[in-house]
T-cell receptor, first 114, second 115 residues
Framework: GAGVSQSPSNKVTEKGKDVELRCDPI?????LYWYRQSLGQGLEFLIY????????KSGLPSDRFSAERTGGSVSTLTIQRTQQEDSAVYLC????????????FGPGTRLTVL | AQSVTQLGSHVSVSEGALVLLRCNYS??????LFWYVQYPNQGLQLLLK??????LVKGINGFEAEFKKSETSFHLTKPSAHMSDAAEYFC?????????????FGTGTKLQVIP
């Protein structure tokens, strides 16, 4: 497809379980971002990938959160031992470079931790 | 360092009235500025952006924003609100120089349009 896709669209899990969220960026985009959107909290930056450079992980809230980007394309955000406070919408975005370039967002994955 | 402040988490306007959504930023270098819109259950999409040149920027759906350096503001306006404008709007800033240009988003303003 032409846009950023994310899967699953919804995920319900039990506290303590691990979850994986997937992002397929626009083909050719070298920059990829993960954000978390909690109710009333706006967009919280999580992690940023740019080409082959080391990712900026400064936004990851704890060591339970990790992400990887394979082959410079698809990215997976993993949350281990999920907690109820992890419930949120997780948004992925990609852009052709960084800074000035428009970020194209996926529809998000709504995560609910029971 | 950079930050964005959006005044008013919720704004209500009547259909046909002026829309004004406020955004103030701080940046240690000249900024690039963005407005994104998020419709219910969708991702964000770009409305408009300022990089260089003309300080009045026109975007999609009749929106525009003016970069005012002296006021460190980038307010979003639309002369006449339409019901379809009901959404959440995010202001964002990134530095125009430096080796790493992370975009920082504001907390968003939900726009309600009253018929």
């Amino acid at each position: 497809g032409a846009g950023v896709s994310q899967s699953p669209s919804n995920k319900v899990t039990e506290k303590g379980k691990d979850v994986e969220l997937r992002c397929d960026p626009i083909s050719g985009h070298t920059a990829l971002y993960w954000y978390r959107q909690s109710l009333g909290q706006g967009l919280e930056f999580l992690i940023y990938f740019q080409g082959n450079s080391a990712p900026d992980k400064s936004g990851l809230p704890s060591d339970r959160f990790s992400a990887e980007r394979t082959g410079g394309s698809v990215s997976t955000l993993t949350i281990q031992r999920t907690q109820q406070e992890d419930s949120a919408v997780y948004l992925c975005a990609s852009s052709s470079r960084q800074g000035t370039d428009t970020q194209y967002f996926g529809p998000g994955t709504r995560l609910t931790v029971l | 360092a950079q930050s964005v402040t959006q005044l008013g988490s919720h704004v209500s306007v009547s259909e046909g009235a002026l829309v004004l959504l406020r955004c103030n930023y701080s940046s240690s270098v000249p900024p690039y500025l963005f407005w994104y819109v998020q419709y219910p259950n969708q991702g964000l999409q770009l409305l408009l952006k300022y990089t260089t040149g003309a300080t009045l920027v026109k975007g999609i759906n009749g929106f525009e924003a003016e970069f005012k350096k002296s006021e460190t503001s980038f307010h979003l306006t639309k002369p006449s609100a339409h019901m379809s404008d009901a959404a959440e709007y995010f202001c964002a800033v990134s530095p125009s120089s430096g080796g790493y240009q992370k975009v920082t988003f504001g907390t968003g303003t939900k726009l309600q349009v009253i018929p």
